[in-house]
């Protein structure tokens, strides 16, 4: 019996769309048969899903996360779109595709999203990506070596820390000054400071340096 996909490709490198379809079409079981759509961008991502809601419903997103925001500025990336997608298909598989391969993102990704496929580009190979589709279709979730390694790491470490204290050490390591940490967190600049020392406790950081702090926090896969 012949089993429709329909899938919708979100990614706004041409050639990188064409290559994913090509492998998908070529490694499909007989029995399958696919529809693919593609989006370029976040505006045409929206479109594309809120006209299945009402039609026929995807039922495999592939989502990069890096790309051009909307127009109207609501969705600001593939992690906005998966959202969404989440939210209005409930039954649709997503699989995750991205350049990031640092700690923070990756769980960040895995809480927001829960994706049921997730795949690091610099791992990805055309059986990879073959593999990662099957299983999403039949046994999900899928996820590449680079994911499976930070997730292990992260498990066998006893250290706990909540996601502020993720994201305090995710924005030092991308150079913002601790003064300038507030705005992009939902507290104050005591509070940060309060956590700062209690994340130098934890990683017995004593020389009070933010470079020793995020080299040891990155050398436990928190970063």
Known sequence: MTENIKILMIDDHPMIIEGYQNTLLFTKKEHQNLKIDIANNCDQAVELINKSVNETPYDVLFVDISLPPSTDGVMSSGEDIAEYAKKVLPNAKIVVLTMFNESFRIHNIIKTIDPEGFLIKSDLTSSELASAFQAVLNNPPFY????????????????????????????????????????????????????????????????????????????????
């Open 144 to 223: 590449s070596g680079t994911v499976n390694q930070h997730i292990r790491k992260s498990l066998t470490t006893d250290i706990v820390i909540d996601e502020k204290n993720r994201k305090i050490l995710y924005l030092l390591s991308q150079g913002i000054k601790t003064k300038n940490l507030a705005q992009h967190l939902d507290i104050s600049l005591s509070a940060i400071e309060k956590r700062k020392k209690q994340l130098r406790e934890i990683f017995e950081v004593e020389d009070g340096q933010d470079e020793t702090l995020i080299n040891e926090a990155r050398s436990k896969g928190f970063i």
